[in-house]
């Protein structure tokens, strides 16, 4: 089955370029597992759709016919051979069957139609790279019965805290519950905002809530990320009503005819065109639209999760606006939205009315830090080095982190791996005093500390993961793990034709696997990391290199960036990720079918790319 969206990307635009083409089956064998992926989901999805009679009562109805024409047609060749002469009112019966069977098989298949046109790529990529929360953590916004985090825990954290916890939690619940309008959760960068979004969005407790406020009505559950370092539409609002659509439509198959009535009609009367291209988003504007007017809203129930508004495209004005039709969504009693960003005026200003609520997260989150840093330490495996100081080490590193969950996650890691290294305890705590408060002079420091003669290397990780996570450049191929093995070979001229054509085996990729992630943390002082992306089928694409932050980002491509450029003068970066990315093709497992053509691909330009790229500096 073609899927219009993912093969949009995969187009051809100078037929003349055998470079171009080259990168088109590099592209092919990129998006192969996707689309089989996505197609199983789907396929799994209309599975587990046809068969939980539960869901809402259209589609029970639904299902029961479908049952019983089944049943019928069944039973009917029985009828045939026991019967000698057959009645014009059996045939009859079995017309009407057929036609019944004919109707839900069209309609399911139209369903499936406006669903796959609705996805794109990496359309869960945020949400899969967000870090779970360490057990115990943000449990308190849900659950009174937390699990103290230690003995000396009302030693450290204040009372004025716990009290707002409390009032906080007893807030949340409440608007779960019986609440309108926006729930908004407001905080620094790196307070761990968006796994919170996270935790919430899979927590049982939360949909229990939701059930009790839904009452007679079917509740309409959906979550979004918007992600400033990942594909243009995870930052933009056409990328916020899409994923918003699908998963609402998913959950309702019934309202797609109400959501998208010409492309349904076209569906079912046969007419419409069978390799359409993605939805415009005029389109997508006037479904959601709709989704959200009375007609909907008078039988169902909406609380939609959006995540990281603040990484919303555009500027202030953009961001007033933005929150502006958010406020108006929840106009309906039957529609509230959870919203989490950083605290910027556009935001704090627009949520701060008295039918909103709205919580500073930062200011909550000193027990859950030093939850998190019992846990890491206890699970090190050289805690018996400082099970008798840890505890004052965490104290510490909770005092100090003012409520940002990533300068604490950073702190830590630097701690243990001076455990690592044997380094007494009264080491360790003149280290964590003299580790900066400020993220960015963290960063400085972080970086500061590479080896000198891997600055060079250092430099050309950054340069290409940077081009990698590019909000507008951004390249998936380019973040592939095993790209980074040869990040020293492109000076050499025969590289990569002098490597040998070899597919790794699963053996190879967890033994070069374990090479990569050495290599980027030497080099990027935790920066960057590599992640293992679920989702992914294909295990030589499934690890990838990204930074360890948004803030981080933001860091080294306005800061350090343009001295990385003046460092590595002779690096031309067009050809060495050209070259890498022949070497990656050169290990990828795949069979010369694979790497045909498919409906043309779009997939890397490094002349405008980098011209792009280098144009900020200029």
């Known amino acids: 089955m073609e899927l219009a969206e993912a093969l949009s990307l995969l187009k051809v635009t100078d037929k003349r370029s055998r470079w171009q083409s080259m990168k088109v089956k590099w592209r092919n064998i990129r998006k192969e597992r996707n689309i089989e992926a996505i197609e199983r989901r789907l396929s799994e999805f209309q599975s587990r759709r046809q068969n939980n009679f539960m869901l809402s009562e259209t589609r029970s109805r639904r299902q029961y016919k479908r049952f019983n024409c089944n049943r019928g047609l069944y039973q009917a060749p029985r009828r045939l051979d026991n019967s000698p002469s057959l ?137 979004f990320y918007f992600w400033g370092s990942g594909d243009k539409l995870q930052m933009s609002l056409e990328g916020l009503y899409r994923p918003l659509l699908f998963e609402v439509l998913r959950q309702c198959p019934g309202l797609i005819p109400w959501c998208f009535p010409g492309f349904w009609n076209n569906l079912v009367s046969g007419t419409a065109l069978s390799h359409q291209a993605p939805f415009r988003f005029e389109e997508i504007k006037a479904a959601f639209n709709r989704l959200m007017s009375e007609k909907v809203t008078s039988s169902h129930r909406i609380c939609l999760f959006i995540d990281g508004l603040d990484e919303y495209e555009g500027d202030e004005v953009d961001h007033w606006r933005i929150s502006h039709d958010l406020q108006s969504w929840t106009n309906s009693e039957n529609v509230k939205l959870c919203i989490s960003s950083r605290p910027h005026v556009p935001f704090l200003h627009s949520f701060a009315t008295d039918m909103n609520i709205q919580i500073q997260i930062h200011q909550l989150t000193q027990r859950d830090i030093r939850k998190f840093g019992l846990a890491m330490f206890g699970m090190d ?198 070259q890498l990315l022949l070497a990656q093709f050169k290990h990828a497992r795949a069979r010369p079918a694979d790497v045909e053509p498919w409906p043309p691909v779009q997939l890397w330009k490094p002349t405008n790319l980098l011209h792009h790229f280098q144009s900020t500096f200029d």
Not at 110 to 131: A, G, K, P, T
Not at 196 to 218: A, I, N, Y
Not at 526 to 550: N, S
């Open 87 to 223: 009645s014009h009112g059996s045939l009859g019966k079995i017309g009407v069957l057929l036609v019944k069977l004919q109707n839900v098989t069209t309609s399911i298949s139209s369903e499936n139609h406006i669903l796959q046109r609705l996805m794109f790529s990496f359309m869960y990529q945020r949400e899969d790279s967000i870090s779970d929360a360490v057990t115990g953590t943000f449990a308190w916004m849900v659950n009174e019965s937390d699990n103290k985090a230690g003995s000396q825990q009302k030693d450290i954290l204040e009372d004025d805290e716990e009290t707002m916890r409390q009032r906080t939690r007893q807030a949340f619940l409440t608007w779960l519950k019986s609440g309108r309008h926006i729930f908004h959760i407001s905080g620094k960068a790196g307070s761990g905002k968006s796994t919170l979004m996270k935790f919430l969005g899979q927590s049982p407790r939360v949909q229990h809530e939701l059930q009790r406020w839904t009452g007679d009505k079917r509740l309409i559950f959906a979550q």
């Open 381 to 578: 495996p050289n805690f018996d080095q400082v099970k008798q100081t840890y505890r004052y080490l965490v104290a510490e590193i909770e005092r100090l982190s003012e409520g940002v969950f990533l300068w604490a996650r950073l702190v830590v890691r630097s701690l243990l791996k001076g455990i690592g290294y044997r380094v007494t305890p009264e080491y360790l705590t003149k280290k964590l005093h003299t580790v900066p408060k400020e993220l960015n002079e963290l960063f400085d420091q972080m970086l500061g500390s590479v080896d000198p003669e891997d600055r060079v290397l250092s430099d050309k990780l950054f340069l290409i993961a940077t081009i990698a996570q590019h909000p507008v450049l951004e390249q998936p191929l380019l973040k592939n793990a095993f790209l980074y093995l040869w990040l020293e070979d492109p000076d050499d001229p025969k590289f990569p034709l002098n490597r040998p054509m070899h597919a790794y085996s699963d053996s190879d990729i967890d033994e070069r696997i374990q090479d990569v992630t050495c290599l980027v943390d030497r080099l990027s002082r935790g920066l960057l990391e590599v992640t293992h992306q679920q989702h992914q089928q294909d295990k030589y694409f499934a690890f990838e290199v990204r930074f360890t932050h948004r803030t981080a980002y933001d860091y080294i491509f306005n800061t350090w960036l343009p001295r990385m450029q003046k460092r590595t003068p002779k690096f031309d970066i067009n050809l060495a990720t050209v």
